[in-house]
């Protein structure tokens, strides 16, 4: 287990690294000058050259990239554009020079939106989405099954821009029943922490809901059919108790798999979901940096991104390889 814990944190280490590498190319694949952006409309030549030496882009690529990943561990120092030095503890991100801030102080500032909107739309995932996949299979063929068999259907054929508008005209303009959505530290008012995330929880949870209750009946489904279930049953053992007994830990690993990808990519932003309740969270971040062309918040939330969903994704993997120790050998 160790070794199968080392090598899956090496490949975790090595793709990390190569996403620093391409979200560090973007500087340069973008159509815009970084130095243009920060220095504004009215520089001219010899101004846009001063930033630019002041921001390092006069030094060569691989340069300014092991100045980059340097500074991912140890921090660096980061000159504004008028040349006065930023410090940049570690990790750091850069400096947003449209937001006038390090970029980690912009993504801390907005992360527990992101935290929250991602911790509540979870438990309306595995709530509604494992338990709907879990009843559906325990009656296949029911009327329960045909109707929780089109509630996933209908999950997972809307988008949650036309769901997310669609239900806050109505719930919350039209029948008063929502609270306006945002955000409201819990440690201020749990209360209004909760009502103003519940509308974003119930529509993000449900979309993808629908793909976890799929392939958590598809799953059962197959798993029913092996020979220790039916041995099992074959005992005495009621369906009930040999779904959670037996099946359910056979069922269990393709959506381990599953939560811990979307774990990651909802920690590293829900970008159409807080765009459209207008949640000011890190996705919001993202999507704002790429209308203003601030490149260095673009880098890093992607790097956000790409961080959570590595990492979480390795997690998942560990908690396969201990469900199913086949998984450690192959």
Not at 203 to 210: T, W
Request: charged share 15%; hydrophobic share 55%; aromatic share 10%.
């Amino acid at each position: 287990m160790l070794t199968y814990v080392l090598r899956r944190a090496l490949t975790a280490v090595v793709v990390l690294l190569a996403i620093s590498a391409t979200a560090f190319a973007l500087f340069y694949a973008a159509p815009s000058d970084p130095a243009v952006i920060a220095c504004g409309p009215k520089c001219d030549a010899s101004q846009v050259a001063a930033v630019r030496a002041s921001m390092g882009l006069d030094q060569p690529v691989l340069a300014q990239y092991a100045d980059y990943v340097r500074g991912l561990f140890a921090g660096r120092t980061i000159a504004d554009v008028d040349g006065t030095p930023i410090a940049c503890d570690a990790p750091c991100l850069g400096y947003s020079y449209a937001l006038h801030e390090p970029v980690r102080a912009a993504i801390t500032s907005r992360f527990p939106v992101t935290l929250s909107l991602a911790a509540g739309a979870l438990a309306v995932i595995l709530v509604v989405g494992v338990g709907a996949g879990f009843v559906s299979a325990l009656r296949r063929g029911r009327l329960s099954d045909r109707v929780l068999s089109a509630f996933t259907l209908v999950g997972a054929s809307v988008q949650i821009y036309f769901l997310g508008y669609a239900l806050q005209y109505l719930l919350v303009y039209q029948t008063g029943w929502f609270a306006l959505p945002g955000y409201t530290p819990p440690g201020e008012d749990p209360g209004a922490w909760l009502a103003g995330l519940l509308l974003p929880w119930l529509v993000l949870g449900f979309v993808n809901a629908a793909v976890f209750a799929r392939l958590s009946r598809a799953q059962m489904l197959e798993v029913m059919h092996e020979g220790y279930v039916r041995t099992a049953r074959a005992k005495g053992l009621s369906p009930l108790r040999a779904h959670l007994k037996y099946t359910a830990r056979g069922a269990a690993a393709p959506l381990v798999q599953l939560l811990g990808l979307e774990v990651g990519a909802l920690l590293g932003g829900a970008f159409i979901t807080e765009t459209v309740f207008g949640l000011s969270g890190v996705g919001k971040l993202a999507v704002d940096a790429v209308v203003q062309n601030d490149l260095p918040t673009v880098v890093g939330t992607v790097l956000l991104a790409a961080f959570f969903v590595v990492v979480f994704v390795a997690v998942a993997d560990l908690v396969v390889a201990w469900l199913d120790p086949r998984v450690r050998l192959a």
